[in-house]
């Protein structure tokens, strides 16, 4: 028992062998943390189905060992006595190479988690083409709380540096204003999602067309005219866009409006108007084309005819085709479109 005594004062009282001792217990302290956040950690992400989280802790595995030794290391460096200057030294190289390792694995877990997102059909924000910039914004901002503690293990103030990086942030925000409302812009709408790649979209200003390209500044559409129009994000937020493709799926309903006279058979009217529309190869079977009866007209009956077509693009040549149909028959078949007419009566001379 004595020797156990004396062994613990010579171990306690001699700086160079109680550093020694500390690094050792730090390293059994680190594997043994290491063991048992692998096996506690490893048990919860077993019951869960995706391999996000296995990844993660196996990444996370190595970062937490030399995390907890590089502590008992500074920890012995303090006990060591050594000179103000070596002890200073050596604590920042120790903090600085743990912030540098968690760098390091941070990046990996935002590459790897954005890489996962851009798999789940939930997902609107994260997309192929916009996938590098936010691995690259993620990147700089862990790379900048990194620089941070960097700098504050080395007991060196960066408050000027912090006011000065204010100040350039303020005066790039108002040089870029309308890049960076853009910006934002385009990151709301692809949250949001009003639209996708490949939808068929009418403008306010009354152009129609895909939708070939969605970006952070702008987004790019078809016309029909095969016109490719660039429009800033900014501008497609407070505007008002129909989505022609959105819903269930593609097809729309098309309204047709027509007047026919008053002395028409109208049940034979209806009859044409829904032969010719089925007629169509645009014009869906299922659900069937109708004539609805709207009103009582100044100059006529007024009706309408409604049909579904599969795609929006088709809307211009179908109508175009159902029109000259309608006009063909109704000569035919002596069916009158009434229009408005002027009697023009001439004072007689007296």
């Given at each position: 028992m004595d020797h156990l005594v004396d062994y613990y004062n010579l171990v306690l009282y001699n700086p160079a062998l109680k550093s020694i001792f500390i690094v050792l217990l730090s390293i059994i302290s680190a594997k043994v943390v290491d063991i048992i956040f692998t096996i506690v950690f490893k048990k919860i992400v077993d019951k869960t189905d995706t391999e996000l989280d296995n990844k993660i802790i196996y990444l996370l595995h190595r970062?937490?060992?030399?995390?907890?030794?590089?502590?008992?290391?500074?920890?012995?460096?303090?006990?060591?006595?050594?000179?103000?200057?070596?002890?200073?030294?050596?604590?920042?190289?120790?903090?600085?190479?743990?912030?540098?390792i968690w760098f390091f694995v941070g990046t990996k877990i935002l590459v790897i988690s954005t890489d996962w997102a851009t798999t789940r059909k939930s997902n609107r924000l994260f997309k192929k083409n916009t996938l590098p910039l936010f691995n690259n914004l993620g990147k700089i901002t862990i790379g900048l709380f990194a620089g941070y503690f960097i700098f504050l293990s080395w007991n060196i103030n960066i408050n000027g540096i912090l006011a000065s990086a204010g100040v350039l942030g303020v005066v790039l925000g108002l040089a870029a204003k309308d890049t960076v409302a853009n910006f934002f812009a385009g990151i709301f709408l692809m949250a949001d999602s009003p639209f996708k790649e490949g939808d068929y979209i009418l403008l306010d200003s009354g152009e129609r067309g895909y939708v070939t390209k969605m970006g952070l500044r702008s987004t790019r559409f078809m016309t029909r005219d095969d016109i490719e129009i660039t429009i800033p994000n900014s501008v497609i937020a407070s505007s008002k866009i129909v989505n022609e493709s959105g819903g269930p799926g593609e097809s729309e309903r098309v309204r047709i409006t027509l007047q026919v006279s008053y002395n028409t058979d109208i049940d034979e009217v209806r009859s044409i108007l829904n032969e010719i529309a089925l007629k169509n190869e645009d014009v869906l079977k299922n659900p069937k084309p109708r004539v609805r009866f709207r009103e009582f007209a100044d100059s006529g009956l007024r009706l309408q005819l409604l049909f579904w077509i599969h795609k929006p693009e088709v809307r211009g040549k179908t109508v175009d085709l159902i029109n000259t149909e309608i006009y063909k028959t109704f000569n035919e078949k002596n069916i009158l479109i009434p229009f408005p007419?002027?009697?023009?009566?001439?004072?007689?001379?007296?």
């Open positions: 970062p937490i060992f030399y995390s907890v030794l590089f502590v008992g290391i500074i920890i012995a460096v303090k006990a060591a006595s050594l000179p103000e200057y070596i002890d200073f030294a050596l604590i920042g190289v120790f903090k600085t190479l743990t912030i540098l007419t002027m009697n023009v009566v001439m004072p007689k001379d007296k």
